[in-house]
């Protein structure tokens, strides 16, 4: 049998286009699978980025409520007591602090994500003054102090009535220290530990390791280079003058000064404060009190502030001034380092921080 040449082309070319056409089938089912494929990892990276962006705002919320819980090893929330481990309380250069490690793992459907992290609580306030008044530049001639020590509140390592970095000359004014615990000058003269020609050893005056930044030895500004401004974002309130105040504000920030009124008081035994009299006078008339630490921070002025306080007022815990004081200012302090010591130690100001480095997946 012969074949014409004219269709043995017509079956090469069927037969090319069958083949094609299979080819071109398999070619898009290859396609589509791959596009399928690709659509279904991207969901399920999506479904994964959520569950893990869901994690982290769940240990975010953890520490926030650890941030301000009394203990951390005893009744704590079921959720957070599940989440813990690695509990720790540690004394670090004299500062406690909590550390422990936060897991949290969440699943859904295929997906499964665990994170832990560990975290440090520590006080707002690092150093707990170890006098009742603490001198960063001298004090002027004239100007007068009395303080208290009693041996029931005084520091458990120094014995503190004043600390300074310059000479300071008790026969300037009425300088003077003593240790009764009843706030009155004429007790006070009864019991007297420094005074005129007397320096005792609760003066430590001349004092090359005081340090002179104020705020970073009250609160370690310099850990992580933080401003004076950014420092002012975590006073509870700040104002101009000291009327007024929220009376449940733990850390009190004016810019201006602050003048209390007789037998006012702000802070008490059981709820001491941070107060910071920023470029302002402090003066305190017949019986008003101040219970916790107070500083008079000089910043833009170019006058130093005055401190006067009437016979019967009294800052009890410390006072630190960054400036010399006016010659005119008269100055009542009792140490209390108990007092002090509850202010470091209370839920509300404490800061909390992530360990660098210890993420783990």
Not at 228 to 255: G, H, M, N, R
Not at 291 to 318: A, C, N, P, R
Not at 324 to 343: G, R
Request: proline share 5%; aromatic share 6%.
């Amino acid at each position: 049998m012969v074949i014409k040449p004219k269709k043995v082309m017509g079956g090469i070319w069927l037969g090319t286009s069958v083949l094609l056409m299979t080819t071109v089938i398999s070619v898009t089912s290859a396609l589509a699978l791959l596009i399928i494929g690709l659509n279904e990892q991207g969901i399920w990276s999506e479904q994964q980025e959520t569950l893990q962006g869901s994690v982290q705002l769940t240990q975010a919320q953890y520490a926030a409520r650890l941030l301000h819980l009394p203990s951390w090893s005893s009744d704590l929330p079921a959720d957070l007591a599940a989440s813990l481990s690695n509990i720790s309380h540690e004394i670090i250069n004299g500062v406690e602090v909590d550390v422990a490690t936060v897991t949290v793992k969440q699943t859904n459907g295929l997906f499964s994500v665990s994170q832990q992290q560990d975290i440090v609580r520590f006080p707002l306030l690092l150093n707990i003054p170890p006098a009742g008044l603490i001198l960063v530049n001298g004090i002027t001639n004239g100007a007068s102090f009395t303080l208290y020590l009693p041996s029931s509140t005084a520091h458990p390592v120094y014995s503190y009535s004043l600390w300074a970095n310059q000479v300071i000359d008790l026969s300037q004014g009425t300088r003077v220290s003593c240790d009764p615990l009843i706030i009155d000058k004429t007790h006070c003269l009864g019991s007297v530990l420094s005074q005129s020609a007397l320096k005792n050893t609760d003066i430590k005056d001349n004092d090359s390791y005081l340090p002179l930044d104020a705020l970073d030895y009250l609160f370690g500004t310099h850990i992580d280079d933080i401003s004076d401004d950014t420092l002012k974002a975590i006073p509870w309130q700040i104002t101009t003058s000291c009327t007024s105040l929220d009376p449940y504000a733990l850390f009190i920030w004016v810019e201006g000064s602050c003048i209390l009124s007789d037998v006012e008081e702000i802070g008490s035994p059981a709820q001491p404060i941070i107060l910071i009299i920023e470029n302002g006078d402090i003066v305190l008339k017949d019986e008003a009190k101040i219970y916790g630490l107070v500083v008079s921070l000089q910043k833009t002025s170019l006058f130093s502030q005055q401190v006067i306080m009437h016979d019967s007022s009294i800052i009890e815990g410390s006072l630190i001034l960054n400036h010399s004081a006016t010659s005119n200012s008269d100055i009542q302090v009792k140490y209390d380092y108990p007092l002090l010591l509850k202010l470091q130690q209370m839920p509300q100001l404490q800061q909390l921080a992530r360990v660098p480095g210890s993420r783990k997946r």
